[in-house]
């Protein structure tokens, strides 16, 4: 197996990224708390131009939903991406989620060919039903919006806490070698922008975009909602990004909740 790549092993070269890509602002930090915290700052700072990125070789405080904890190797990607996300609202659409977890597995499936990752609704990236990346969507104020993305771009899972070894995998665990961050950026950005343009223009096409990836179609799922549990079969996803089940019940759309047992979220170390 290689060795887990270092964050000078995989150089990210500003100006190319920016020129593939078309932001407004980039910055790369060497470590951070959370690229979140740094991307809520040019959020709220009406002055910062858009689309703006921050990526950190080290992220010593990721969190993922609900309060979960967030592990990854260091040097793999660890990004956050922030937007125009038009009239200031309260939360960003929930297919915002789905459209960015299509582009990541798209964008991972174009860079790495023979790896094929699906997505698992609201916000994961799957291989062979373990975890490969996170995302988290955040509207922190005035009309823009924040995409936390963490893709375990290098290590091993047998580097990660013991709770989470047979949860997630690396690229490097698939492959037996990392991924260029800056290969992967290019690949995924320009296709979260034009999907994030679709989710309004064409809601039929991107549900269809998102069958195409989605790991859970056809398969049983329980929902967690509040101290509600229903399982069922799941059936796609809606034009609004709601989960489609089909449960003894009848079928069911869920706006919101989660496939993972409350019990069950890592809360971080």
């Not at 890509?21 to 951070?32: K, M, Y």
């Not at 990752?117 to 924040?146: C, F, Q, S, Y």
Request: charged content about 20%; hydrophobic content about 45%.
């Amino acid at each position: 197996m290689a060795a887990p790549s270092l964050p000078d092993s995989d150089p990210i070269d500003a100006a190319s990224l920016v020129a593939g890509t078309g932001l407004a602002r980039f910055e790369h930090l060497a470590a951070i708390d959370s690229t979140m915290e740094r991307a809520r700052e040019f959020a709220l700072d009406p002055r910062c131009p858009l689309p703006a990125v921050v990526v950190a070789d080290r992220q010593s405080a990721g969190r993922g939903r609900r309060g979960a904890g967030w592990w990854q190797a260091d040097a793999s990607l660890a990004v956050s991406v922030v937007v125009d996300a038009g009239p200031a609202r309260a939360a960003p659409p929930a297919v915002w989620s789905l459209a960015c977890g299509v582009a990541l597995a798209e964008a991972v499936a174009a860079a790495v060919p023979g790896v094929e990752p699906t997505v698992r609704w609201p916000n994961d990236v799957e291989v062979e039903g373990r975890k490969l990346a996170g995302i988290l969507v955040e509207a922190p104020a005035g009309g823009r919006a924040i995409f936390g993305v963490g893709v375990n771009t290098a290590g091993s899972s047998r580097d990660a806490p013991p709770a989470l070894q047979r949860r997630l995998i690396t690229l490097p665990d698939l492959t037996g070698r990392g991924l260029s961050r800056q290969d992967l950026l290019l690949a995924f950005l320009p296709r979260l922008f034009a999907l994030l343009t679709q989710t309004a223009a064409s809601p039929a096409a991107f549900v269809e975009r998102y069958r195409a990836r989605c790991g859970l179609d056809g398969h049983p799922v329980t929902v967690f909602q509040g101290a509600e549990r229903v399982a069922g079969i799941c059936r796609g996803i809606a034009a609004d990004g709601s989960l489609v089940v089909d449960t003894p019940h009848g079928r069911r759309l869920f706006g919101s909740g989660s496939l993972t047992d409350p019990d069950h979220v890592w809360p971080g170390e």
